[in-house]
């Protein structure tokens, strides 16, 4: 999250300033580039994107705006997107926002893709359970506590990019396999040669090629997305061995954010299928490794001052990010079931892979589910890094009820406690039990949204409905489906019973 003004900004700020962004705009770029295809996209509830195209001529061919798709939007069905309508009151509008618009960075015909807000075509209202209006209400409800005017977000998502991914499930068969040519596990095999050059397990981190064999993929996902209007500050390979990787977004206002990692993983998934790749955001995909998470940076302003900085205070922050803290520490349970949204989350969330379980803060401390980063003492870059959370999340989200639990610990100035300086796992076994820790499955992480929180109602940001239905779908169409399956480890420990 850098603030410094470089050439790199420049170079962005011409990129977006290229972009269309108002319906008129839009249909001299489409004529102008010779645009056939408009890509009209919109995020399910889960958090992928959908999404349908229509022809550019349906943009352009209009005598008057208030009678084109920007107003009256286009149908789709509703009930065939997850966590959305039933089956009797299936209709929805979509209806686009031309600030999103940019070239398909995908497709091979020249399309345009252009993010949608989704609508009741009844009462023509914003639909209460699409992720980017609630994201947006969160962004007007900061501003309405008149605790400061806009927010600032930064997710360091994590990633495999594999050569091989099997996996089934039937009545009398249950099994996963996973390839990819830097894998640990692969030193052996006759690979007509084998040229080692396998980062160990745990030991991915920075190495160069040949160690690092997808150097240039991440350069080619970076660039395109660069070209997408995505800014992009540094990719690297990450800590586990088999592909884990890290392209860092710039730090942007919380629905723009959102966006842009909705983007972000549409761009990398692409890009390495066109290298006859897989790309996955699943957070704990091997054993004995560490998995892959989305440390969430985030920060409050207002009148261009970040209010998070004291030069005075812990590691140069606020009371009001302790308040802030406070606030996340307290709901960490019940955001977690948006931030770590999966149960294959809580495999990664485990000592001793450095996911951050404890909820405590800190400078520095990576085994703080937060942490203050130290990299830099200019009062624009303080901010707080919230460590739990996982690229499986709707980011929409996950955003908001971070920033919902942090304005209730700002409201209420819930102290945080003392920070944590010392490395946790390491700690007396009596002081380590006095401090709390995240969530050990989705289903605890599910009863505790069901318990706390009245904070995520507030401003109307979400609504009981949003909350009943996720709590319903998680259970019904994910816990209760693993409950369900024979696990192919319990062959191994009682099939001989």
């Not at 061995?241 to 942007?252: L, N």
């Not at 450095?354 to 624009?380: D, F, K, Q």
């Not at 929409?396 to 304005?407: D, P, Q, R």
């Not at 819930?414 to 401090?435: F, M, R, T, W």
């Amino acid at each position: 999250m850098s603030t410094l003004v470089t050439a790199k900004d420049r170079e962005e700020e011409l990129v977006e300033a290229t972009r269309p962004t108002t319906p008129e705009e839009i249909k001299r770029y489409i004529q102008k580039h010779k645009i056939q295809v408009v890509d009209l996209k919109f995020n399910d509830l889960p958090g992928l994107w959908q999404h349908f195209s229509i022809p550019a001529a349906d943009l352009t061919d209009y005598d008057k705006l208030e009678k084109s798709i920007w107003v009256e939007g286009i149908g789709f069905d509703g009930s065939s997107i997850r966590g959305f309508q039933k089956i009797q009151e299936s209709d929805m509008l979509l209806i686009p926002d031309p600030t999103t618009a940019v070239l398909d960075p995908v497709c091979q015909i020249p399309t345009l893709s252009v993010i949608c807000d989704i609508y009741d075509p009844i009462t023509k209202e914003p639909y209460s359970r699409d992720p980017r209006y609630i994201a947006k209400k969160a962004e007007e409800h900061l501003k309405k506590t008149k605790v400061g005017d806009l927010s600032y977000w930064g997710p360091e998502a994590e990633f495999f990019i594999f050569d091989d991914i099997r996996f089934d499930q039937g009545e009398n068969f249950g099994y996963y396999y996973i390839d990819s040519i830097e894998g640990d596990w692969n030193t052996g095999r006759d690979e007509k040669p084998n040229l080692g050059y396998k980062p160990r397990y745990k030991e991915g981190y920075f190495p160069v090629p040949p160690h690092d064999t997808l150097q240039d993929i991440r350069s080619e996902i970076m660039l395109t997305l660069r070209r997408s209007g995505v800014p992009v500050e540094v990719h690297h390979h990450e800590v586990a061995t088999a592909g884990q990787c890290e392209i860092d977004i710039r730090y942007g206002t919380l629905t723009k954010m959102a966006d842009n990692l909705l983007m972000y993983k549409y761009v990398i998934k692409n890009v390495a299928r066109k290298y006859n790749k897989t790309a996955t955001f699943m957070p704990k995909p091997i054993f004995k490794d560490n998995g892959s998470g989305m440390h969430v940076h985030s920060s409050i302003w207002k009148d261009g001052t970040n209010l998070f900085y004291d030069g005075k205070g812990y590691a140069l922050i606020s009371d009001m990010c302790k308040w802030y803290i406070g606030g996340l520490l307290k709901h960490a349970h019940s955001i977690l079931a948006f931030g770590a949204p999966t149960t294959n989350s809580y495999r990664r969330l485990v000592p001793g892979y450095e996911a951050p379980v404890n909820l405590v803060y800190s400078a520095r401390n990576r085994s703080a589910v937060c942490r203050i980063p130290m990299y830099s003492t200019a009062p624009a870059a303080k901010r707080v890094e919230f460590r739990a959370p996982d690229p499986s999340a709707n980011p929409y989200l996950v955003f908001s009820a971070m920033l919902m639990a942090g304005l209730d610990g700002i409201k209420n100035k819930i102290d945080p406690g003392q920070p944590i300086d010392k490395n946790i796992y390491e700690l007396p076994a009596e002081e380590k039990a006095k401090i709390r820790n995240v969530p050990g499955s989705l289903e605890e992480a599910l009863e505790a949204l069901q318990k706390d929180h009245e904070y995520l109602l507030q401003g109307d940001v979400f609504t009981k409905d949003v909350i009943d239905t996720w709590i319903a779908y998680k259970k019904e169409v994910e816990i209760d489906a693993i409950k369900l399956r024979p696990h192919p480890h319990e062959f191994y420990m009682y099939f001989d019973v």
